[in-house]
């Protein structure tokens, strides 16, 4: 049977009826997202639902020095480290180091329009096993033309991670429980950009899982490199 | 001459709004919502129907084609509004016949 997760989840103040919402839609685990670099997020344990909660960070540097020295600062803290690109150097570097877990892009047209997830960006995060996210949040309240022009860049760019093994991960990124939407429906809208359904399902559920063991192996305590751990 | 009969599958659904909303809100957010995604064609292939809707508990059930449920599912997850206000629809179960459905219903 299938472990759902919703990796992108920004609770707020709501964070404890978010976390009852993803119970309820079918997840088995969510990540947080924490905005500001503090220790204030949820540990990995079980919440009190059953629920498995991952620690995660979207970053948002001005430029690539920035990027390397909050990750230098801030890696063995989070389980998941996102990068919002808002700039092609920061999406440069951000594509290249290997701290980096998740790829984020503009969702706004124009920026989109400036910085996306092209060729060179999947074959620089193909190197570095940087994942590629969808949050269909940023489709929802949108109007039809935006969401149009949105969807038929996605398109593209799902076509480059493809291209290039990048793996790709769908994520709700909701900020209020009306947002959220349950495992099947988030994969069923990936139909909108050419995905099938059983790579949408694996989507938003063995993508981010193995990302997230793998970040968990690394954050145990005498981890030293891929298959080396002290004892 | 035999007349292959069309399948369909049944979807429990329940709302999450601000408010409780009617039969009526329900029908039209579905019916927009997926004509937004994939149009007038798209409306007539999925042929979304919904066919019961308790507004105590806002919950109820959809039919759909058999062969576009996937479209279906997306439909519901693009509302983001019904009537005048904020919603949000979730798919519950899944089934081939109401019947089955409403037994699923009672085991659950």
Redesign the interface.
Known sequence: MRKFIDLHLRPGSSGKTMLQ?AV??GYSCVGLTSENGDRGAPSKKLDEDGMDVVRRIDLRPKNANELTSSLRRIRRRFEIIAVECHSKPVARQAARDNRVDILNFPTQIRGRRRVRFDRQEASLASGTNCAYEIN?SD???KG?HAASRLISMMTVEVENARRYDVPVVVSSGADE??????P???A??M??LGIG?EESLDMVSDVPWSIVERNRRKLVSGYVSPGVRRV | MPVHRKRRRYLKFWI???EGFSVKEVADAIQRSTQ??FGVQGLSTIEPNLIDFDEDSQSGILRCSHSHL?????S???V?TMGES???M??DKVSGTIRSLKKKRETA
């Open positions: 919402e309820r839609l269909l489709l929802l309240n039809s429980p009306l947002l959220m939407r349950g099947r429906e988030l069923a809208s139909q909108l359904e | 999450r709004g601000e937004v995604l996937r479209e279906m599912r997306a519901l997850a693009f983001t904020a919603a949000a979730h798919v």
